[in-house]
């Protein structure tokens, strides 16, 4: 038989929110046990700032800092107070307590008396050749416009935006700062961002459209230097040289194994029925960074919220 390991507070993942919840938990005394989660193609423990290369809007950091340095000294920080931590992933809980129980890939179970969920979220990929080697390398590609978009790499270039959504058209405006010119590729030819948004980018001398569009292949050998394109209804292939390209299909949250335990949006995101609050639909349960935030994704505001779902969980551990 398996040997059941109770703990009073479990926090599942390893990024800002994660870490923070672990560092307010552990100086609360709450002897916190993070279960990390482990490596894949497209997450590892440490979550999305492991893909980024340097952080430069992250306060307290006037030099930058690059996404792993900052997430190795957060979880030192979080082991300074005597956080313990595994690097395994949960596979399956039952939030049916308190207690709570928890399965993870190492085999173990466990049960807790308070879980604070902070597994991030995915940004979507093409998947198309190149795309990932430039990504990891940080030679040109990104998911994310707001972090990575004001390097130097990009100023004066002419730089792709994939995608047709909000998130596209948002990083398009915002990438007109840097850019010599911003070309928003799109798979259809509308764009399902908000009416309001669109006209201001469709006023923006710096912004051009390529409608029914598709990338095919990333094209650099240590930077990226074109994309090869192909129009959905022609057929027709073209290629066109960029100096960055950032993808902004959406985002996944790590929320599958979560099914049926905590009330979930049709997104995927977590439903958090009161505002300003942590509290997910399970009693005990809290959520914290982009598994319940599809709207603002940034590592301090991620953080920010680890902190109330930490301070959320220790009110309910002495009340509860
Ligand atoms: P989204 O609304 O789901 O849009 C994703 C876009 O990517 C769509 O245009 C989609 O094309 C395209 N796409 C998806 N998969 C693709 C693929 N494999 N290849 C090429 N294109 C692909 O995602 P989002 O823009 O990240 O927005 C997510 C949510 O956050 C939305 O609710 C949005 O309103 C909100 N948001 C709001 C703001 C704001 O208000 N300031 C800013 C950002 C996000 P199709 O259109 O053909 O499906």
Redesign the pocket.
């Known amino acids: 038989m398996t040997e059941i390991t109770r703990e009073k507070l479990i926090i599942i993942g390893s990024g800002p929110a994660a870490w923070t919840a672990a560092i307010y938990a552990s100086r609360a005394q709450l002897d916190p046990f993070v279960i990390e989660g482990s490596f894949h193609r497209t997450m590892v423990p440490g979550g999305q700032l492991m893909f980024t290369t340097e952080v430069e809007n992250y306060p307290g950091f006037p030099d930058g800092v690059t996404g792993q340095a900052m997430m190795e000294d957060f979880k030192k920080q979080a082991l300074r107070f005597g956080t313990r931590s595994v690097m395994e992933d949960v596979e399956r809980v039952d939030f049916s307590g308190p207690p709570h129980r928890l399965w993870t890939s190492g085999g173990a179970e466990l049960e807790a008396d308070a879980v604070i969920i902070a597994t991030g979220a995915n940004a979507?990929w093409?998947?198309v050749p190149g795309e990932e080697r430039l990504a990891q390398s940080g030679g040109g590609v990104s998911a994310c416009a707001v972090c990575d978009g004001a390097l130097p790499a990009f100023r004066d270039q002419v730089i792709a935006i994939?995608?047709?959504?909000?998130?596209?058209?948002?990083d398009a405006t915002y990438m007109t700062k840097f850019a010599s010119e911003v070309v928003v590729?799109?798979?259809?030819d509308?764009?399902?961002?908000?009416k309001i948004?669109q006209e201001r980018a469709f006023e923006n001398p710096k912004i051009r459209f390529l409608w029914n569009t598709?990338?095919t292949e990333v094209i650099g050998d240590e930077v990226i230097e074109k994309l090869k394109l192909e129009n959905r209804e022609t057929g027709e292939t073209s290629e066109l040289e960029v100096g960055g390209m950032f993808v902004?299909?959406?985002?996944t949250p790590n929320t599958g194994f979560l099914r049926g335990q905590v009330d979930l949006e049709p997104?995927g995101y977590i439903h958090l029925p009161s505002s300003w609050r942590t509290a997910t639909s399970a009693p005990g349960v809290y959520a914290a960074g982009d598994c319940m935030d599809?709207?603002y994704r940034q590592a301090v505001t991620a953080a920010g919220t680890g902190c109330m779902a930490a301070l959320e969980a220790e009110r309910w551990l002495s009340h509860g």
Do not use: P, T
């Not at 047709?164 to 948002?170: P, Q, Y």
């Not at 509308?190 to 908000?194: D, I, K, N, P």
């Not at 902004?248 to 985002?251: K, R, V, Y």
């Open positions: 979507r093409l998947e994939v995608g047709g959504g909000d998130s596209a058209i948002e590729i799109h798979r259809r509308e764009l399902r961002a908000s948004m598709v990338v902004a299909i959406g985002h997104s599809d709207y």
